[in-house]
């Protein structure tokens, strides 16, 4: 049984339709990437699994829970992790803080002391500055501390919307060697991404989304390889 | 000859008054991002809790104090949760909101002036008077700065150290994240309006104490406290520290300063709207941004 599916997902904002009849499905230990060009609805889709945009239609399982119209912050509870793609840190909080927000869901104060720990050898960028605040990190960085915080929650699956999305090559290139990293230690990942080739490249699994809708879909690889597709939706011209 | 050490005193006392009043309306602010105009009848009833408490035999000033915030307490988590929390659920807008408060306000205010009616009351208490050197310092004074003082250092504390002071600061900076991070907004903000309330209310009674009591009691200094926390930033506690000292400091000294060049002080409350359309037009954002 799939970890994650949203069938049929009706989704947008006020009464607007930008989701349209999408369904995906994400197996436990996969990184499974959601492309399209700009306006075609992948944030929406994800905002809309979590409660933070119009869910119309559709249902959300998470195993055989029926997690439809979930509230927002109920979502980590259940084992999902959200890192959004702008705004994704407590800006007036510092490090530390926004490290200890991810772990608001949980009790287990020796646990959580020992993840910060843990967290801060994994993330070495922000174990320096623990005590500054948040704003004062560049984008990479940023991203870095939203996949952290959102990782204190020991979430099954996270939730990432375009996470490399204005970083430079560098700093893109280390954030997709740490979503990896956590994915290859037991993390499911459904990832929405302006990257595609980054993310086809890295996913085992994928959906092309284009006007609301779902155009493709298949193994990461295979998908990348079709040429047609390359040029219709994908933006990236024939392969050499 | 202008006694600066009493104006000085005068300041601090001003200032914490502004403090406790204000504190509630910035943290509130912050988290439901609608200025609420109902927040001057908190301090209305907590005055008017103060009356009706003192007015028994053995009334004890801090119990006075102690059930004024609680009662306010109620009042504010049942005005967001019967009123806003329903309007801000429909996706109502700024505009709404701010009438709505109006008008809740207006109710509230009339509801304490049909009760109490609309004469202008005291306590009745008589407080001691300290002299030291030239300042003159009343026991009321003092457990007022007191009051305030210990409430900046527990709500430092509070909002620095604690679980649900962190989330009150983490939904303020970014609250759909803070969503999703698994706080449950709704809950974190009710108690911020009822602790909020509450402070005030408490304002309500020292305000009571040290001059008179009215049904217009909350509004006549809804002005200066809308000021401190524009001043020091919506939604931060630390900048409407140092707007309450900088308000008080200039209401005090200002109020000289009218006096000398024949003016009555009664318009000692232009200067803290003279500061509102300053930080409006040099520095809208306040001084902690």
Known sequence: MPLFQAKNIRAGYGDVVIVDGVSISVSANNLVAIVGPNGSGKSTLLKSLLGLARLFSGQVLYGDRDVTRIKSWQAVEVGLGYVPQVNNVFTNLTINENLEMGAYCRRDKAGIKSDLEETYQRFPELAARKKARAETLSGGERQLLAIARAMMAHPKMLLLDE?????????????????????????????????????????????????????MEGKGQELLADESLRERFLGLGKEV | MIDTGQILVNSLVTSSLYLLAGTGLTLTYGLSRFPNFAYAEFIT??????????????GFFLLALVLGFLIAALVGASSYSLVFRPLVERKTSLIHLMVASIALGYVLRHSIGEGWGWATKSYQLMW??????????????????????????????????????????????????????????????????????????????????????????????????????????????????????????????????????????????????????????????????
């Open chain 1, 163 to 215: 996470p490399l999305a204005f970083l430079s090559p560098k700093a893109s290139g280390v954030v997709l060697n740490r979503l990896l990293q956590i994915q290859a230690e037991g993390t499911s990942m459904l990832l929405v991404e302006q990257n595609t080739i980054k993310a086809l490249q890295s996913a085992s699994y994928g959906y092309i989304l284009n006007q609301g809708r779902c155009v």
């Open chain 2, 128 to 289: 001691p008077v300290y002299n030291i050197g030239h300042v003159r310092i009343t026991l009321l004074w003092i457990i007022l700065i007191a009051t305030a003082v210990l409430a900046a250092v527990v709500l430092h504390f509070f909002l620095t150290r604690t679980r649900t002071g962190k989330a009150i600061r983490a939904i303020a900076s970014n609250p759909d994240l803070a969503s999703v991070t698994g706080i449950n907004k709704q809950r974190v903000i009710l108690l911020t309006w009822s602790f909020g309330a509450g402070l005030a209310a408490m304002a309500g009674v020292f305000r009571a104490a040290d001059t008179r009591l009215s049904p217009m009691l909350g509004w006549d200094i809804l002005l200066p406290i809308f000021a401190i926390t524009m001043l020091g930033g919506i939604g931060s506690f630390y900048g409407l520290i140092v707007a309450a000292l900088i308000l008080g400091l200039a209401e005090n000294f200002g109020v000289v300063l009218l006096s000398g060049i024949g003016l009555s002080t009664e318009y000692r409350m232009a200067i803290a709207f003279l500061i509102l359309i300053g930080v409006l037009v040099i520095r809208p954002k306040g001084l902690a941004r």
């Open chain 2, 45 to 58: 009833i907590g005055a008017y809790c103060g009356l009706f408490f003192l007015a028994k035999p053995g």
